[in-house]
């Protein structure tokens, strides 16, 4: 009985839908947050019986000819309680990024960036003890997109921080979602 009680009691009930948005700083300290149409967005990770093998916070920097076809960027905040995700990736940037620099958030091609957001909806049941669980994914185009404000890029110390915001259109339904107040302070690393 015991054993049972402190297993629920590791279950992490703050969602980050409550919280603040992190401050905008540049020294690594691992922060994400945005607000996604009007409502917070914070990484968080179920504590007990996650069923995602997301990261819940990365980002990655780094120069590979081989696999990425030049410079590779890609940052990525998961909330497995609010069953959340959002990305910013670059593939096969010919030029390094630089610190001080704003860029467009659009089309997904190679040498652009572009912005994602995927959420998970409730699981339907068919009816019959089976069902499913729909998933509404979000992309930068042509017609939807932002911009990337990097505050800091620290390739000694491996430090990137930012500011972003974009809208993006769902794939299957043409609805718009807006990405605003995006902050981000983070550690990244070269292994991709």
């Keep these: 009985m015991l054993v049972h009680f402190i297993l629920v ?6 969602d980050g839908t409550t919280s ?15 607000l996604i149409d009007g409502e917070l967005f914070l990484p968080r990770k179920r504590v007990y019986g996650t069923p995602y093998n997301t990261p ?28 959340k995700f ?14 001080g620099m704003t860029y467009p958030i659009a089309v997904e091609e190679e040498n652009a960036i572009t912005g994602f957001y995927e959420h998970w909806g409730e699981t339907i049941d068919n009816g019959d003890g ?37 809208d993006c259109e769902e794939v299957h339904d043409g609805s718009i979602s807006e990405i605003r107040e995006g902050r981000f302070d983070i550690k990244y690393t070269t292994d991709f």
Excluded at 20 to 34: M, V, Y
Aim: net charge negative; with cysteine; charged share 20%.
């Design 130 to 166: 089976t069902g499913f669980t729909p998933v509404y994914s979000f992309y930068t185009n042509a017609e939807y997109y932002g911009e990337l404000e990097l505050i800091k890029l620290d390739t000694v110390n491996q430090i990137i921080s930012g500011r972003f915001w974009f």
């Design 86 to 99: 959002i990305s910013i990736t670059l593939t096969g940037g010919q030029t390094a990024l630089q610190e």
């Design 20 to 34: 603040t948005l992190p401050e905008l700083t540049t020294e690594g300290k691992d922060t994400f947050g945005c």
């Design 9 to 14: 009691g590791c279950e992490n009930t703050d």
């Design 56 to 83: 819940i916070l990365k980002a990655v920097y780094v120069y590979n000819e081989y696999y990425f076809n030049g410079y590779r960027l890609a940052i990525y905040a998961n909330n497995e309680i609010t069953k």
